[in-house]
């Protein structure tokens, strides 16, 4: 039940660049969540000092373990010592799942573009597990940008993507050699504009990522025709 801490334990982690991880959590009982949802970890020090993060969910549980994407913050309190230090086998307290607006659901039949800014790929690739998971036909077009290649996450996993996913990855400050695009922000030709304006449901926009990454990619879709209503944000920092 949200609002209720229950136990978990770090079975793994994984680096998905230099510093960013994924740590994998088993959860007895857990609930079960929606993809873009997020929940609050919980530590307590041994003179009882608490401290508490949210993290978003990387993708639906399977065998009540759950996957966390953690970005250290330098010099931060808790997400360093969640990236490198806490040991295999600890226990932490989380509670969730959280949030019910920045989700998308299998059933859902409009068209979905999702725009991640860094570390914010991980809810959004929750969305993209669960559109496969559920063999969905619903177009799904993923534009992810990175500062560098060795930025990016889950580089294996999307450079797979194929049917109705298709993948654009960004850079905004050291693109590969021979990459067609320049380096830079997202413009406005970055994103596609949407087939009928007029025309609700769709498509559905998630952005997730820095504060001014997911204003400036608001402001484009709306410059590009796409519904106010249509975009659905996640921001942090």
């Known amino acids: 039940m949200t609002g209720t801490w229950r136990p978990a334990r770090l079975v793994a982690r994984h680096a998905q660049t230099t510093t960013a991880r994924t740590l994998v959590l088993d959860t007895p009982n857990w609930p079960g969540h929606l993809p873009g949802q997020h929940i609050d970890v919980r530590l307590t020090g041994e003179d009882g000092y608490q401290a508490v993060r949210s993290y978003s969910l990387a993708g639906p549980p399977t065998d009540d373990r759950l996957e966390l994407g953690i970005q250290p913050v330098p010099h931060g309190e808790v997400s360093p010592y969640l990236a490198d230090d806490l040991?295999?086998?600890?226990?932490?307290?989380?509670?969730?799942?959280?949030?019910?607006?920045?989700?998308?659901?299998?059933?859902?039949a409009a068209a979905v573009?999702?725009?991640?800014?860094?570390?914010?790929?991980?809810?959004?690739m929750a969305m993209v597990r669960a559109h496969q998971a559920a063999k969905s036909t619903t177009p799904f077009h993923l534009v992810y940008s990175v500062r560098s290649p060795e930025q990016a996450w889950y580089q294996k996993e999307l450079a797979s993507g194929s049917g109705p996913l298709t993948v654009d990855v960004l850079y905004s400050r050291h693109a590969p050699s021979g990459n067609g695009r320049p380096a830079g922000r997202i413009r406005a030709d970055d994103l596609p504009a949407p087939a009928r304006p007029d025309l609700a449901p769709g498509p559905q926009c998630f952005v997730?990522?820095?504060?001014?990454?997911?204003?400036?990619?608001?402001?484009?879709?709306?410059a590009k025709g796409h519904l106010p209503g249509h975009i659905r944000t996640e921001r942090f920092g």
């Open 87 to 108: 040991p295999l086998g600890a226990q932490v307290e989380i509670t969730g799942p959280l949030g019910g607006w920045f989700v998308w659901r299998p059933g859902d």
């Open 113 to 124: 573009l999702l725009v991640a800014g860094g570390s914010g790929i991980v809810p959004l």
């Open 208 to 222: 997730c990522g820095p504060t001014p990454f997911v204003e400036h990619v608001s402001d484009v879709l709306v």
